[in-house]
Each structure stands twice: as structure tokens, then as C-alpha cells.
């Protein structure tokens, strides 16, 4: 029996002291049970079991909760909680804010309020957990699950805050229990993490990663990062659930690299059902850590991405109006009751889009109160990095309709015109960067705006140059709310923004899915600064590192011009200059925006002295991307070209790096160099070290295919002796352009060394390849093979035909040339010839290359090709193809290479010509068709009527009696085909001899076709009558006619009149006859059940002794 999980309580009051401990344990992996232990504490305790039975482990846990929520509503603690001494408040400044604040925690845990304003307990931890007041410790310890979720929240927050390392146990039992709603476990398991020391941290991090699935445990355990990105990205496309990516996140601590696989699960997650209650969460952690770097990323997405729905009805419990459609859903949803289902279709409508907008906002405008510089400025940057330009909106004036509103009583089409600033949509961007700025103001739909001006015109479609402006106080005060706005012109754009946001959140309620205790800071004055724009200049004055972090990070021309103008005009620009590292100059002198370049630069004339003979950097400056800088570093090689040319590093990057603006100047530098052996080794050593480590993508072999060019310059004398292994590494590197380098080098070692040395699977290797020039180089491998070895492996070579390149077909086709004389080799082409032709084309024109390549063979080679070959080919998938595949056909001139089945599959063929050749065989070889006539007969099978129509006449007219058999007419007859059928029939009725009656008799009574059966019906008085064995022989047919539906009344009838007349003849046909009809009786239709009762009838008078059902009534 092992304990999953323990908890022990107390209860200390007055005389009391109790202790009550639970225990949850496994018996097995299916069996848990729930033990208890209570009584005086120090005393021996008494136990019981709250499961006489064992349970499931979800059982036992409910068990096990709901026991220990019964007894802290009891008024039991954790140990923690209850014997935790109290300080004394008397030497505290009662009117000082931290005595405010500890008298009001020490009222809450007696019950009473001191002060005549009262504030909820939950307010007054959290109040305490921001100033760090140390002495409320013990009041947060006696408080914490003493009241409601928020009192609990607040607590957890302290307990982080403060690092109340007593607290843990609290905490662990809070983080395992499932009476608590999962964002309360949530905090209390980051709480701990944050807490603990690191071996009960670690205790924690294993029991998140128990929770995980195995095979997300599997890929965190391998570091395996990639795989999880993946995992996830098919989870998403398939909408399966994935409620782990909140332990993901709390694990991120333990794991830095799993924050850049949450970032990029961020960006890919659909914020729609079922997957926003995990954003939600990760929203809420983020907040509760202050994670800067999260809260930007998630801020960006709540305003940029697109609500799931756009909510039109009420979430009131109360309000009539609930239900609204959905197409997806086919029908109308009760939208309240959705929402609040675990298992919801829906998510993340417009109002909680709202919502999660403001939440951001404020949670920026706090830190800026409380004058939280350091967390202002890292939410901000982290928020601003988000944008690109793609985000960016140039400033515009226009219509909000290009419809007028009609004026009735103006008889006029009234238009709104608004200036809308740059970027207006982006309410993070602006209110940051923009937030002094009085001019702009926010709508209802949160985009800013600079002012509304009213218009009239005649037209009811908006036409710039025909409209008029409506003046303040006319048009019966058109312009009023222009007016109210132009009032409101000297408040700032944040005091605008928290106007339209009561505004928006007083009309439209919204089912809020974040719990935050609202924060208290004290008042802080932030002097205005109107000559700057963005919001809390002096916090980015305070900190310009700032600045250099979004010239770093962000993607925003925008943002990336506001911080290099403040930036450089700051004092302290010279000195961060001189801060700045050379790989940071590098990182910024290659964004594609001008202002980090400009910082690259300014870094780089700061530091230009001890850079200069630096061969690293100034290599790394000559392929930047700033123009400038590349000039300065062409500059500097040209002072001093031997210098740099002597260094193994300096020449690597060269290689290694490929910007078109240096190629030109880094070429004529190759080419002067003249390097020694040891340093071209040095540099190809290192170039292909590099080559070998890159991932296969179009940029790596974009800088593959330039440094193998380069290295052609440099150092192509030493490609021969580099070794097998290093060209293995190349041929296999996951890097496609590697194999580009690894040809040249073969290029070289053909030269030098027997070309015989490289297999030809590796020549097949590089004319496979995409890259033309590595094809070009395979080929020229090739062709150096000595003609002996080429033939002993031209069947592999010859695979090479199906390759998706021109210039590969057309070599081998000439290497074919040289082996003319060579039958077996020439034979071995041609069959592989018609095998390309019957697949699709690989490049363009490649059936007419082998097409003409194979007719110039066929002239030689026709004798010796097989007919199977042709006869594949005319019914190839190319109608060219097959008209050449017939053309070839036509100039066999030998029939007998022809089998009859091949010829009755031309006889089936689309083209009319074909077909037409089959017949003519026939016509042409009637002594074979009749020596092999069973086979010949399968042209009647034809799918053609014309094929089947040459077949009846050909058959017929040149076939005589003694050319067919009974067995062969009644298999003609045997055809599913109804014309081959009565083809058949007439066959045997043209060429019937009387012997043959009988047989023909027995073997067509077995054909089911009613026309057939009809047939036989004039058999019967022939060869069946006076004859009570063939009765029996018949009695299947006779059977099968008799009961068809509303069908084959003639043959009925015949066979009725015939059954009477020989039932009459004796009492064994008569037993025979009504044993039949007997049984025919009591199934077939009521005409044919009155004959059969009545031929029964007659001859039960002829014969009584019959053993039938019929009974006679006198």
C-alpha cells in the first residue's frame, strides 16, 4: 500500500486541541482507498476508512477532498495555519499605512472591522503583499483559506511575494486538491515552484511532468523541442484538446526552453473552442508572475486576432433574449448556457476580445501609477517587439460610409469624414508610443482617431469633390458631438482611452474569465511631459537601454524609428555606444530597418580604432547589411589586403558569407589571393565543417552554392585530396547544395585519381539532384567512365531515364550511341524506352525525345523487339504514344509473333484503326483462328459492338459445321452479353444435328437466361417425353421457369401442357410431375397455383396412391 496523498489537520481553540489526518493510498493501479486518523493531539489516535470498498482513484480523490473541505468548514488548519503566533501591534504607528494595514489583517482574524470604511480581506493581503510588509506574514498564514477564491488568490500572491517558505505544505496540499478550481492550483503550484528550495522544487516539477502525457514527458525529458512544436501543430489541425499546456507553462520555470515552444504554441493556437480556456489560464499564470514577455505576446494576439463570434444576445440570467443562431451548429444556441458548459463549442466572442484589450490596457496603465518603471517598460517593450509591418496602417482621411445617412427634413445625404491617425487600430502601439498625444481620441470600435467632421451632399454615394461641410451650430447641430470632442481636446489620450472603456464595459456586460483582486498602489504623481508623445517618457529616459532592446528585437519601422530618435538624442547615447558589443553591432547592422543600421553604425565609428585590425569583424562588416559599413570595412581590406588575407578566419567568412553588394569586391579579392597549401587546407577544413552543421532550407543553400564557388577559387587544388569520409558527410548532410561541393571535389579526384573510384550510385546521386550544376557535374563524371564499366552497370543507369531532367536523359541517350554494335545492351535501352513512355512525362517534351530516340532504334532493332512491348505501348496513357506504339505495330510483318490474346485485346482498343488491325488478323489467319478456336472465340467478349459485329460475321460465315462442337456453341450461349447470346442460339440452331438433341437438352436446361429457357421448351416433346430419368434430370429447370414472377408465360405454358401429358403416362412420372407442382403450389402466383392444383388434381384421380398435399373432396 503506498500514500498518494496525505493532509493533516488541526483545530486549537480554548481547551481544544485537536488533530485530524487523511490519507489517500494505492492498492493497486485500479484500487485506492481514503483513510482517517483523528482525536487529541499528542494522544494516541484514533483510525477508519471512509472506503469499506476499494475505489477508483477519481473516487477516491473526491473522497478525499470532500472530507478535508468538511473539516476546515469545521474550522480545521493545516499546522501552519493554526499555530502560527500573532505579533502584538502595540509599538506599531497605528497611523502610519503599514499599521493601517496590519490592524485591519488583525481584525479580519478576529471577526471585527476598527475603521468606519471597510475593505474586503482580500484587498488588504494583496495590499500588504505589494508593499512587502514582513509582519503580515502571520495574519496571511491565519487568514489564507479562512475566506472566499479571491481571500485564497491574494493569499497564494503574498505567500509568492513574500516567500513565506512555511507555507509550503499549505500550498502543496491547495496545488493537489480538487475542490479547488484549476487556476487556484495553477498559482499555488508557481507559487511553490518559486518558494522552495531546489530539491522540493524539483519534488514539484516531477509531480507536472507525472500530469503530462508520456509522450510529451518523453520529449521534455530529451530536450526534444522540436517535437513538441510538431506534436502540437497536428494536435491543432485536428482540434484535439490540449488542457496540458498550462503545466507546460509552469514548467518553463524549471525549463527556460520551453518558453520559446509556449511563445511559438501562442502563435500557432486557433483562439477559438476548445483551446481559449488554455490561453486564458496561460493569461492568468502570466499575470500572476508579471511575465512580461508572455503578457506582451498574448496582448498583441487578444487585439489582433479575430473573435471566434460576435455575441448579439444577452448573458443575463434573466433576459428574454439568449438564443442566437449559428451556421456552423446548424441552429440556434442559448449562448449563456454554452459559455458556461466545460465541454463549450464556443469561446473568445467580441466582448471577451474587449475584455482581454482592457485588461492589458490597465494592467500597463497600473504600472505606470505605481511608477513600476522597471515592469512598465519590460510589459512595453515586450508588447511593441509583437508588431511588424505588416501591423502598420498609414494615417487616412476618409467616410465611415460611403453611404449618406438621408436627412428627411434637409432632403440631404449626411457623411461622418474622420482623420484617422497611423496605426489606429493598434491600441497597445498607440497608447504606448502615442499616449501624450492630445489630438488623438478612441472610439467605441477602440480605434483612434484624430477628429470627426460632418459633410453634406445631394448624392447618396460619397463623392470627395461634391460634398460640403457642415458648420458647428447648423443643420440642426450635426456637428454636436464634434463639439463634445473638441471640449475633451485638452485631456490626454490616456484619460480618453479609460473614458471609452468605462463607456464601452457600463452598456455591454461581459462574463469576465480573469479574477483579479483589484491592485492598490499609492498616488503617484507622473509629471506630464506634452513635448513627447509616447507615454511616460522619463521611465524610457530612466532606462535607454530600452531603446537599444527594441532596435534589437522589434519588427516595426514605426517603433523601431521612435526608439533610435530618442535614443540618439538621449546624454547617455556616447557611453551606451561604447556598451555595445561587436556581435550586437553585427546583429544590428543586419536588420533590414535603417534605424537599428544607424545604431550598427554609430556603434561602429564609436569603436572603429579597435575594431580596424580586427579580421573577424571587419569580414562580418563587409557582408552586413548597412552600405556605409561595408564601405568603411572595403576601406580598411584595401589598406591593408595582406593582413586580412593572412587570416584563416577572415577568408572563411568571406566564403561562408554571401551578400550581392560585396560579391563583386570579395571575387576580385579570391582572386588576387594566393593562398599557401596549409591555409587553402585551413579554410576548406572549416568552410565544410560549417557546410556540414547547416539545415537544409533556401537561404543555407543559397550560401552552399556561393561558398563552393568561392572556394573554386581559393582552394580547388586541394578538392583531390580531400577525404572519402569528408565527401560522405557531404553527399548525406541534410544540406541539399552540400552535394554541390562534393561534386566539385570528385570533379577534381577524376582528374587525378581512376574515375572507377566513385561508385556510379554516387553519379546517380547527383543526377537526381535539383540543383542543375551538381546534374552537369554527375554527368561529367559520366562520361569519363571507361566504356567497359559503363555497360557492366547500365541497367542502373538506365533508371536514370525517369528523372525529371532534360539534360540527364539526353547524356545517357548519347552514351547509348557508343554501345551500337552492343545488341544486348541496345535491347536492355529500348525496353527501358517503352517503360518511360508509359509513365507520365517527367519534364516537358521528354515522350518526343525517347519517342524519336526509339524510332531511330525500331529501324534497326525491330526483329528483336518484343510484340508485348508494342502491344503495352498502344495502350499507353499518352494518345501520342499510343499511335507511335501502333505505328510500330503496323511494321511487324511476322502474325505469328502475335498470340490470340493479344490480338483480341487490340480488338478491344479506343482507336478504330487498332481495332480494324484485329480484324484484319483474323481475316488473314483463318486457318490459325480455327485450330485455336477457343481461344479465338474471346473476341466476342469484345467491348465494342463493331469488334463483336465482325466477330458474328466472321464466325458464321467462314466457320462450317464440322469447325464446332455442343460444347463450344453452348459456351457461346453461356456469354453474359445478350447478342453474344442469341448469336449463340442461332449458331446452334444454323448447324443443329438430331444427335445432338439430347445433349443440347441437358446442358442448356441449366442457363439462366429466360430466353434460353424458352429455347429449350422445344426440346422437350423431342427428347424429354416417355422418360421419367430425364424428368428427374430436368427437375431444375422445370423448377426455375415455373417460379419466375410475371415472367416466361409461354414457356410456362409449355411446360404445364408437357408435365400433364407425361404425369398421365405412368404413376413414376406422375409422382415426378407432382412432387414438383406440389411444392410450386404454395408459392407461385394465384394463375399458376390454379394449374398446378389442377393438374394435381387430375392426376391424384389417375393415380390416389400420390403423397401429396391436395386432399379430394367427393
Known amino acids: 500500500m503506498k500514500i498518494i496523498k496525505q493532509t493533516k489537520l488541526f483545530f486549537h481553540e480554548g481547551k481544544s486541541d485537536k488533530v485530524y489526518e487523511i490519507d489517500l493510498c494505492e492498492i493497486n493501479p485500479d484500487a485506492f482507498i481514503v483513510n482517517f486518523r483523528y482525536g487529541r493531539r499528542g494522544a494516541a489516535l484514533k483510525e477508519g476508512s471512509k472506503t469499506p470498498e476499494f475505489v477508483s482513484r477519481e473516487k477516491a480523490e473526491s473522497i478525499f477532498d470532500q472530507l478535508e473541505k468538511e473539516k476546515r468548514n469545521k474550522g480545521y488548519q493545516s499546522e501552519v495555519e493554526v499555530f502560527v503566533e500573532l505579533p502584538s501591534l502595540e509599538t506599531v504607528n497605528m497611523n502610519s499605512t503599514e499599521g493601517v494595514i496590519l490592524k485591519r489583517l488583525e481584525?479580519?482574524?478576529?471577526?471585527?472591522?476598527?475603521?468606519?470604511?471597510?475593505?474586503?480581506?482580500?484587498?488588504?493581503?494583496?495590499?500588504?503583499?505589494?508593499?512587502?510588509?514582513?509582519?503580515?506574514?502571520?495574519?496571511?498564514?491565519?487568514?489564507?483559506?479562512?475566506?472566499?477564491?479571491?481571500?485564497?488568490?491574494?493569499?497564494?500572491?503574498?505567500?509568492?511575494?513574500?516567500?513565506?517558505?512555511?507555507?509550503?505544505?499549505?500550498?502543496?496540499?491547495?496545488?493537489?486538491?480538487?475542490?479547488?478550481?484549476?487556476?487556484?492550483?495553477?498559482?499555488?503550484?508557481?507559487?511553490?515552484?518559486?518558494?522552495?528550495?531546489?530539491?522540493?522544487?524539483?519534488?514539484?516539477?516531477?509531480?507536472?511532468?507525472?500530469?503530462?502525457?508520456?509522450?510529451?514527458?518523453?520529449?521534455?525529458?530529451?530536450?526534444?523541442?522540436?517535437?513538441?512544436?510538431?506534436?502540437?501543430?497536428?494536435?491543432?489541425?485536428?482540434?484535439?484538446?490540449?488542457?496540458?499546456?498550462?503545466?507546460?507553462?509552469?514548467?518553463?520555470?524549471?525549463?527556460?526552453?520551453?518558453?520559446?515552444?509556449?511563445?511559438?504554441?501562442?502563435?500557432?493556437?486557433?483562439?477559438?473552442?476548445?483551446?481559449?480556456?488554455?490561453?486564458?489560464?496561460?493569461?492568468?499564470?502570466?499575470?500572476?508572475?508579471?511575465?512580461?514577455?508572455?503578457?506582451?505576446?498574448?496582448?498583441?494576439?487578444?487585439?489582433?486576432?479575430?473573435?471566434?463570434?460576435?455575441?448579439?444576445?444577452?448573458?443575463?440570467?434573466?433576459?428574454?433574449?439568449?438564443?442566437?443562431?449559428?451556421?456552423?451548429?446548424?441552429?440556434?444556441?442559448?449562448?449563456?448556457?454554452?459559455?458556461?458548459?466545460?465541454?463549450?463549442?464556443?469561446?473568445?466572442?467580441?466582448?471577451?476580445?474587449?475584455?482581454?484589450?482592457?485588461?492589458?490596457?490597465?494592467?500597463?496603465?497600473?504600472?505606470?501609477?505605481?511608477?513600476?518603471?522597471?515592469?512598465?517598460?519590460?510589459?512595453?517593450?515586450?508588447?511593441?517587439?509583437?508588431?511588424?509591418?505588416?501591423?502598420?496602417?498609414?494615417?487616412?482621411?476618409?467616410?465611415?460610409?460611403?453611404?449618406?445617412?438621408?436627412?428627411?427634413?434637409?432632403?440631404?445625404?449626411?457623411?461622418?469624414?474622420?482623420?484617422?491617425?497611423?496605426?489606429?487600430?493598434?491600441?497597445?502601439?498607440?497608447?504606448?508610443?502615442?499616449?501624450?498625444?492630445?489630438?488623438?481620441?478612441?472610439?467605441?470600435?477602440?480605434?483612434?482617431?484624430?477628429?470627426?467632421?460632418?459633410?453634406?451632399?445631394?448624392?447618396?454615394?460619397?463623392?470627395?469633390?461634391?460634398?460640403?461641410?457642415?458648420?458647428?451650430?447648423?443643420?440642426?447641430?450635426?456637428?454636436?458631438?464634434?463639439?463634445?470632442?473638441?471640449?475633451?481636446?485638452?485631456?490626454?489620450a490616456l484619460e480618453n482611452i479609460i473614458s471609452t472603456f468605462k463607456n464601452i464595459f457600463s452598456s455591454n456586460k461581459e462574463k469576465t474569465a480573469d479574477i483579479q483582486p483589484k491592485k492598490e498602489a499609492p498616488s503617484i504623481e507622473v509629471e506630464s511631459n506634452y513635448s513627447r508623445s509616447e507615454l511616460y517618457p522619463e521611465f524610457w529616459d530612466a532606462m535607454p537601454e530600452a531603446y537599444v532592446q527594441l532596435l534589437m528585437q522589434a519588427k516595426m519601422d514605426l517603433v523601431m524609428k521612435f526608439a533610435y530618435r530618442n535614443l540618439s538624442v538621449h546624454p547617455e547615447y556616447k557611453n551606451l555606444l561604447q556598451k555595445i558589443e561587436p556581435e550586437m553591432m553585427i546583429r544590428l547592422l543586419n536588420k533590414s530597418s535603417e534605424y537599428p543600421q544607424r545604431l550598427g553604425f554609430d556603434a561602429l565609428m564609436k569603436r572603429e580604432t579597435e575594431l580596424r585590425q580586427n579580421e573577424s569583424w571587419v569580414a562580418q562588416i563587409l557582408v552586413s547589411g548597412n552600405e556605409k559599413a561595408r564601405n568603411w570595412a572595403k576601406v580598411n581590406i584595401e589598406n591593408n589586403t595582406q593582413y586580412f588575407l593572412s587570416s584563416t578566419d577572415f577568408m572563411t567568412i568571406l566564403v561562408m558569407n554571401s551578400r550581392k553588394e560585396s560579391n563583386e569586391f570579395i571575387n576580385n579579392l579570391l582572386q588576387k589571393a594566393s593562398l599557401p597549401e596549409d591555409r587553402q587546407k585551413a579554410v576548406l577544413g572549416k568552410v565544410i565543417i560549417q557546410l556540414i552543421a547547416l539545415e537544409n532550407n533556401e537561404e543555407n543553400n543559397r550560401i552552399a552554392e556561393a561558398a563552393t564557388k568561392k572556394l573554386k577559387i581559393t582552394a580547388s587544388s586541394n578538392f583531390s585530396e580531400i577525404s572519402w569520409d569528408i565527401i560522405a558527410q557531404l553527399l548525406t548532410s541534410p544540406l541539399n547544395n552540400n552535394r554541390f561541393l562534393a561534386s566539385e571535389i570528385l570533379l577534381s579526384k577524376s582528374r587525378k585519381y581512376p574515375v572507377t573510384e566513385i561508385p556510379v550510385s554516387i553519379i546517380e546521386l547527383l543526377l537526381n539532384n535539383e540543383n542543375k550544376t551538381i546534374r552537369e557535374n554527375g554527368l561529367s563524371l559520366l562520361k569519363q567512365y571507361p566504356k567497359e564499366e559503363t555497360g557492366n552497370s547500365w541497367q542502373q543507369i538506365l533508371q536514370l531515364l525517369s528523372t525529371g531532367y532534360q539534360e540527364v536523359a539526353e547524356g545517357i541517350l548519347a552514351l547509348n550511341d557508343q554501345f551500337e554494335s552492343q545488341s544486348e545492351i541496345q535491347l536492355q535501352t529500348t525496353e527501358r524506352l517503352f517503360d518511360v513512355l508509359m509513365i507520365e512525362q517527367k519534364f516537358e517534351n521528354s515522350h518526343q525525345i525517347f519517342r524519336d530516340y526509339l524510332e531511330k532504334m525500331a529501324a534497326k532493332y525491330n526483329g528483336a523487339i518484343p510484340v508485348k512491348w508494342l502491344i503495352r505501348l498502344v495502350f499507353a496513357n499518352s494518345v501520342k504514344n499510343r499511335l507511335f506504339g501502333f505505328e510500330l505495330l503496323k511494321k511487324v510483318k511476322d502474325d505469328s509473333r502475335f498470340s490470340l490474346k493479344q490480338v483480341i485485346a487490340l480488338a478491344n482498343h479506343e482507336f478504330l484503326a487498332v481495332r480494324q488491325w484485329s480484324w484484319n488478323f483474323y481475316k488473314n489467319n483463318v486457318e490459325r483462328i480455327k485450330s485455336d478456336r477457343n481461344h479465338a472465340l474471346g473476341i466476342l467478349d469484345a467491348k465494342w459492338d463493331d469488334s463483336r459485329a465482325f466477330a458474328f460475321h466472321f464466325f458464321e460465315n467462314e466457320f462450317t459445321d464440322e469447325d464446332w462442337d455442343t460444347d463450344c456453341l453452348v459456351g457461346i450461349v453461356d456469354s453474359v452479353r445478350s447478342d453474344v447470346e442469341s448469336f449463340g442460339k442461332n449458331l446452334i440452331m444454323k448447324f443443329f444435328k438430331k444427335e445432338q438433341g439430347m445433349e443440347y437438352l441437358t446442358k442448356l436446361s441449366q442457363h439462366p437466361s429466360q430466353n434460353i429457357q424458352l429455347f429449350v421448351t422445344s426440346y422437350l416433346e423431342e427428347y424429354a417425353t416417355d422418360n421419367p430419368e430425364k424428368l428427374k434430370e430436368l427437375n431444375f429447370y422445370f423448377r426455375s421457369v415455373l417460379s419466375r414472377v410475371n415472367r416466361s408465360r409461354t414457356a410456362k405454358n409449355r411446360i404445364f401442357t408437357f408435365l400433364e401429358n407425361e404425369g398421365r403416362k405412368s404413376a413414376e412420372s406422375a409422382e415426378i410431375v407432382s412432387r414438383i407442382l406440389d411444392d410450386l403450389s404454395a408459392t407461385t402466383a394465384i394463375q399458376d397455383k390454379s394449374r398446378c392444383i389442377d393438374i394435381i388434381s387430375e392426376l391424384k384421380m389417375i393415380y390416389p396412391q400420390l403423397n401429396v398435399h391436395l386432399q379430394l373432396i367427393s
Open 107 to 492: 481584525d479580519a482574524t478576529q471577526g471585527i472591522n476598527s475603521f468606519k470604511t471597510e475593505w474586503k480581506t482580500s484587498r488588504v493581503i494583496w495590499k500588504a503583499a505589494q508593499m512587502e510588509f514582513k509582519e503580515s506574514v502571520p495574519y496571511i498564514l491565519k487568514l489564507a483559506t479562512k475566506g472566499d477564491e479571491m481571500q485564497l488568490y491574494a493569499s497564494i500572491f503574498a505567500i509568492r511575494t513574500l516567500q513565506i517558505t512555511q507555507a509550503s505544505g499549505l500550498l502543496h496540499s491547495i496545488a493537489h486538491s480538487t475542490r479547488h478550481k484549476q487556476y487556484i492550483r495553477n498559482v499555488a503550484f508557481d507559487a511553490l515552484l518559486t518558494i522552495n528550495e531546489a530539491s522540493e522544487q524539483e519534488k514539484t516539477v516531477s509531480e507536472l511532468l507525472e500530469s503530462l502525457p508520456a509522450d510529451i514527458r518523453y520529449a521534455i525529458d530529451k530536450g526534444d523541442y522540436e517535437r513538441l512544436k510538431k506534436h502540437y501543430a497536428e494536435k491543432f489541425g485536428k482540434k484535439e484538446k490540449a488542457d496540458e499546456l498550462t503545466f507546460l507553462y509552469l514548467l518553463s520555470k524549471a525549463y527556460p526552453s520551453l518558453v520559446e515552444v509556449i511563445e511559438n504554441l501562442l502563435w500557432q493556437i486557433p483562439f477559438e473552442a476548445p483551446y481559449f480556456r488554455n490561453i486564458r489560464a496561460i493569461y492568468k499564470l502570466a499575470r500572476f508572475r508579471d511575465d512580461a514577455q508572455i503578457l506582451g505576446m498574448l496582448s498583441f494576439l487578444f487585439e489582433k486576432k479575430r473573435p471566434m463570434f460576435n455575441r448579439t444576445v444577452s448573458l443575463d440570467k434573466e433576459s428574454w433574449n439568449q438564443e442566437q443562431y449559428f451556421y456552423d451548429f446548424g441552429g440556434y444556441v442559448n449562448v449563456r448556457k454554452e459559455l458556461s458548459n466545460n465541454e463549450s463549442r464556443l469561446a473568445f466572442s467580441n466582448f471577451t476580445k474587449l475584455y482581454f484589450q482592457k485588461n492589458g490596457f490597465y494592467y500597463l496603465k497600473d504600472l505606470g501609477k505605481q511608477n513600476k518603471a522597471k515592469e512598465y517598460l519590460r510589459f512595453a517593450v515586450n508588447a511593441l517587439i509583437q508588431y511588424s509591418n505588416s501591423d502598420y496602417t498609414p494615417a487616412v482621411r476618409r467616410p465611415l460610409s460611403v453611404y449618406g445617412n438621408y436627412d428627411w427634413q434637409s432632403s440631404r445625404y449626411h457623411y461622418t469624414v474622420v482623420d484617422f491617425p497611423e496605426c489606429y487600430q493598434s491600441l497597445l502601439l498607440t497608447t504606448i508610443l502615442f499616449g501624450n498625444d492630445k489630438t488623438r481620441k478612441m472610439d467605441a470600435k477602440l480605434q483612434f482617431y484624430i477628429k470627426k467632421e460632418q459633410f453634406w451632399s445631394s448624392e447618396y454615394y460619397y463623392q470627395e469633390n461634391r460634398v460640403t461641410k457642415i458648420e458647428s451650430g447648423t443643420d440642426n447641430d450635426q456637428a454636436s458631438s464634434e463639439n463634445t470632442s473638441v471640449k475633451k481636446q485638452q485631456e490626454g
